[in-house]
C-alpha cells in the first residue's frame, strides 16, 4: 500500500495569519504519507525560498524533497514541491509547463515505493475555468508524451467549484477521483478544491481530509489523502 497527500500549505501562513512551518511540519508528521504534494510552498516575494527551511525538513520530519533545484533556496517550481520519505527512490522527475496569464508549473517525479514504481505530478491550478482546462490537458499531454507507462497519481489545489464539470471533466477521462471530501475553508470546509486522482493501474483503498487541531490552524485547506495500492491485473 502506498499512502500520498496534497496540501495548499498557504506557505506556512495559519488561519492566525502567523507564518509557522514547525507547524505545518507537524501537519505533515500527522498524516504520514509516503509521498506528499505541496502547493504553495514557497515565499511570493523576494527571493522565493521556499516556506519550509530545508534543514527543517531534514531534522523534524522523515521527508525529503525532489531535487528539482530550480532556484537556490527554493523548495519547488512555482509554489508545487513533492516530499518522499526518505527511505523513497527517485527515478527521474521533470517540470511540466502549463499555459497561463501568469506563471503556473507542475512538477513530476518517478518513485519506487517499495516495490511499486509509481509516477506523480503536484500542480496548483489557475483560478480562471478557461485556464484550468488548458492546464489540465497540458498536464495530460506531458504524461502521454513522457516514455514510460507506470501508475499515475495527479494531486494538488485545482480551484475548481464545480462536482463534476470543467477541468475534472478532463482529468475523469484518464483517471479516478479519490473521494478525499470537502478541505477548503480548513476551519469549515465547504469546497472540494484540492483532489487526488489515480490511474486505472491503481486502486483507492480509503481516502480523506486530514483534520486535526494543528492541520485546522496551519492552513486555509485541510490536507487531503489517499490510501492506494496496485490493482489486481494490472
Known amino acids: 500500500m502506498i499512502l500520498v497527500a496534497s496540501y495548499n500549505m498557504r506557505k506556512a501562513i495559519g488561519t492566525d495569519r502567523k507564518r509557522r512551518p514547525e507547524r505545518t511540519i507537524e501537519v505533515l508528521n500527522e498524516i504520514g504519507a509516503d509521498v506528499v504534494a505541496l502547493q504553495e510552498a514557497d515565499r511570493r516575494f523576494g527571493a522565493r525560498v521556499s516556506a519550509l527551511p530545508l534543514h527543517m525538513i ?3 520530519s522523515d521527508y525529503k524533497p525532489v531535487p528539482f533545484e530550480t532556484r537556490s533556496g527554493s523548495l519547488g517550481w512555482h509554489g508545487n514541491a513533492l516530499l518522499v520519505k526518505k ?3 527517485i527515478l527521474g ?22 516495490g511499486t514504481e509509481i509516477r506523480v505530478v503536484g500542480m496548483h491550478l489557475d483560478l480562471s475555468g478557461l485556464w484550468r482546462r488548458r492546464q489540465a490537458h497540458a ?29 475534472l471533466r478532463d482529468f ?6 479519490a473521494d478525499c471530501g470537502r478541505s477548503f475553508h480548513a476551519r469549515r ?12 493501474a491503481l486502486e483507492i483503498l480509503e481516502s480523506g481530509a486530514h483534520r486535526s487541531p494543528a492541520s485546522r490552524k496551519a492552513s486555509d485547506h485541510l490536507p487531503i489523502w489517499a490510501r492506494v495500492t496496485p490493482a489486481s491485473g494490472a
Do not use: K
Open 87 to 89: 527511505n523513497v527512490e
Open 189 to 200: 470546509p465547504i469546497a472540494q478544491l484540492d483532489r487526488i486522482m489515480v490511474s486505472e
Open 58 to 60: 531534514d531534522e523534524h
Open 93 to 114: 522527475f521533470d517540470l511540466v509547463h502549463l499555459p497561463s496569464l501568469e506563471p503556473r508549473g507542475a512538477v513530476l517525479a518517478d518513485l519506487r515505493v517499495g
Open 172 to 177: 475523469a477521462h484518464h483517471h479516478r477521483f
Open 139 to 167: 498536464v495530460l499531454a506531458h504524461l502521454a508524451a513522457r516514455q514510460g507507462d507506470p501508475a499515475s497519481i495527479l494531486m494538488g489545489d485545482l480551484n475548481e467549484w464545480s462536482v463534476r464539470g470543467g477541468c
